[in-house]
C-alpha cells in the first residue's frame, strides 16, 4: 500500500521575483522581496514547514519518501520532484526551500531535487514578476510503507 498526503499553500509573487538560482527555490511569510533574493518564488505565505499537515509531514520526514510540489499560477504550472530524509525537522516557521542537494536545515522541505528556482518555467516566473497568486501543492508519497511484510 502506498500512503500519500497533501497540503497546499497560498503565497504571491512579486516584482522582484528572479528564480535564477541554481540549487535552490524558496517560498516564505515574509511580505518583501529584495532582488538579491534569486530563489524566492513567493511571498506572504499562508504557511510555512512548522504548519503543514500532520500526516504529510510524517511522510516527509522519512527515508526514501518521495516529495512533489507543483507550483501553479492562472493557467501556469511547473512541478519539482525530490526525496523526503529523517534528517528533516521541518521546523521553520517562516519559510520552505526546495533543494538540490542533500544540505538540510529547519527551511528544508526535500533534498535531492529535479529543479532549482532557475529552471521553473518562464512562463510562470514571468507571472509571479506581475504579482499574481501562487498556489503551491505538496505532496508526499511513502512507498516503503510495506517493506518487509
Known sequence: MVNVAVDLIKAWGHANVRATHKTTIEVTKDEY????????????ADKALSELDPGLR????????IVIVIFSVGDYFDYVVGMGSS??????DEKLIIRRSEYVDDATLMIRASKA????SRE?????????????????VDLEQDRGT
Do not use: F, H, N
Not at 130 to 140: D, H, K, S, T, W
Open 87 to 92: 534528517r528533516l525537522t521541518l521546523s521553520s
Open 117 to 120: 528556482a532557475a529552471g521553473l
Open 33 to 44: 522581496l529584495t532582488p538579491r533574493g534569486d530563489c524566492i518564488v513567493g511571498i506572504r
Open 58 to 65: 510524517s511522510i516527509i520526514s522519512k527515508d526514501g519518501s
Open 124 to 140: 510562470l516566473v514571468d507571472r509571479l514578476k506581475r504579482g499574481e497568486p501562487l498556489l503551491v501543492y505538496i505532496v508526499g
